[in-house]
């Protein structure tokens, strides 16, 4: 499987995929953490794209930033 994906809104190579009922996006580590509430309200999974740690998912990295 060729893991090379970008991001669905900027040129940026995508560190994360939300699975969504209707279908797949890609979003890099900026947009994920962007989307990422939006994302979980509409029952999304996101799954971190191997190879490229992306600690979006943590609040406490949030914190950190
Ligand atoms: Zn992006």
Redesign the pocket.
């Known amino acids: 499987m060729n893991a090379t994906a970008y991001?669905d809104?900027?040129p940026?190579r995508a560190r994360v995929r939300a699975e969504l009922p209707a279908g797949e996006l890609h979003?890099?580590n900026?947009?994920a953490r962007e989307h990422r509430d939006r994302l979980g309200a509409v029952g999304a999974t996101l799954v971190i794209l191997p190879g490229r740690p992306a600690p979006i998912l943590s609040r406490a990295a949030d914190r950190a930033a």
């Open positions: 991001c809104r900027c940026a979003f890099c900026h947009h």
